[in-house]
């Protein structure tokens, strides 16, 4: 992990969920910012962001929370960007880099394309990381340590936007984040299928199990240590976070939900018709995505995540 | 968890996997036996069980390993246990209890039916633990702890029977388990739901992403921290092992396939409509579910299973 001093004296964050919380915990941590002001909608949310004293300043004005920033983080659902785009931008000093978090980019760009006039350096961001919980106290400055942070910069050939953009990698990989850079379209693709479609499939799974009318709620819970567990935590997510990521990704989820379900009407009639052969060399096959992932580093190899060995 | 003394002096496990070499050690452990016979068809299996000193008898005749056993478990894949009862059965001794840990539990009991005479007491069971890992070497003796095993005893009136029964469920709670008596169809159903299904949809998942041509499988590989790996762990379970699930609990997985592709289909619809409240409600309720399995100690609270903050 690099240390480069400070790189934006006055860092604003808007929203101040797991990710929002969590970048100026890391901003702190590693002393990459001077001062910090936080921009919530919610007075819940800014009381208990002043109770945990992680912010110079805390205010639900948003114009006046930007205004001397240096580098503005958005951090809202991803529906919101556009219209926060909207009041954000204007108000920036000129110079200042504004960049935002969400898990879809092809609408952020596009939101910061329309309001940006050139004075500002816009930079659509995704960090890939989280958790199951939300809101400020729910953030921790190691969350992106080992992770990957996606760029997706507008199209520009300004040497000045291509420094603003080193800038926004260095800030990142402070943090131990890896920075990829990426057109907006192709990360709502890959998205799609990393993130999008897995809970889509898990927020439905966990829904039909709850609907059954002969196995009880009860026993879904009791033995759920068989493979349904794994789907739940991903299912219990945010909610508006997650209807605002599928409608602004409406386009890639319905392709990649699309290829899915062939896939599993495939799988079923290879059931149905005891096509063994087909099941084992599929169930073969998968082995290698897994072992990639551990190879890697964004998983451990203890078996089942050692949860059940925690005793050993 | 109970101390119970030896329950059966003579232990024969026939297959030593994750879940049959993880019998023997706890059974060592926890001194519910006296000694242990291995009976395993691969003979790199055999020398490595050998190698491991973890019984006292190896061999790959399953007539000669039950000849004196107390207890059986046949810890084999499901569709090999009806040739394996076959072949177990008439070799036990008289009041002998013969158990298995199978997956499916209806095709196991027709097994035991068909060939049992009365002279000894055969019980299907189902310890529901397990990890990715398979193979003699990936067994270790806290793998039942704090999880359920569930018997299906077969239709008896007979008081040594029930005897039979309540000894081998204070053979499974001495390594911490809960038992928990259960008519066969209706495991099936309820494991269908907890457990096949949720194998099914990841092995399908993990093999679309791999076959995406605009897509990387490196790119799926990298970001998989988003929701992705989940999947991926328990799609790297046992090929040969869930191969046979599906087929030998084909009728309630393909009903509960059909209840799922339904539901997806509807949340399909939803997005493509840009129904956000639909999809709101949906993901609100399936928190809760999440919620009853932290709850039930089924699962840690930590948030990504403490995954991700493992250095703090």
């Not at 009639?269 to 073969?284: E, K, Q, V």
């Amino acid at each position: 992990m690099s240390n480069p001093g400070i790189l934006y004296p006055k860092l604003t964050v808007i929203g101040c969920g797991l990710i929002g919380g969590s970048v100026i915990r890391a901003a702190r941590q590693h002393g990459v910012v001077g001062e910090v002001t936080v921009a919530d909608a919610s007075e819940a949310h800014r009381a208990r962001v002043v109770e945990l004293g992680i912010a110079e300043h805390v205010t639900g004005d948003i114009a006046e929370a930007v205004k001397d920033a240096d580098l503005v983080v958005i951090a809202t659902p991803v529906l919101s960007i556009p219209e926060i785009a909207a009041q954000v931008i204007p108000a920036m000093k000129p110079g200042a880099t504004l960049t935002d978090v969400g898990s879809t980019k092809a609408n952020v760009a596009e939101a910061f394309r329309a309001q940006d006039g050139g004075k500002i350096f816009a930079i659509p961001g995704h960090p890939i990381a989280g958790t199951e919980q939300s809101g400020p106290d729910s953030g921790f400055p190691e969350l992106f340590e080992g992770r990957w942070t996606i760029l997706t910069p507008l199209d520009s050939d300004d040497e000045h936007y291509a420094a603003a953009v080193a800038r926004l990698s260095a800030f990142w990989r402070a943090f131990g984040a890896q920075v990829e850079l990426m057109d907006e379209k192709h990360h709502d693709l890959v998205l799609a299928v990393v993130s999008h479609l897995p809970h889509l499939i898990a927020y439905t799974i966990v829904g039909s199990a709850a609907d059954l009318e002969n196995v009880t709620e009860n026993e879904v819970i009791k033995y759920s240590a068989s493979g349904f567990r794994d789907f739940t935590r991903i299912a219990a997510s945010d909610p508006t976070m997650w209807r605002d990521i599928f409608l602004a990704n409406k386009d890639a989820v319905l392709e990649m939900l699309g290829r899915f379900t062939e896939d599993l009407q495939a799988m079923s009639r290879a059931i149905r018709w005891g096509d063994a052969d087909t099941l084992h060399a599929h169930f073969t096959r998968t082995r290698a995505i897994r072992r990639g992932i551990v190879a890697a580093g964004q998983e451990s190899a203890l078996p089942n995540f050692g949860r059940d060995r925690g005793k050993s």
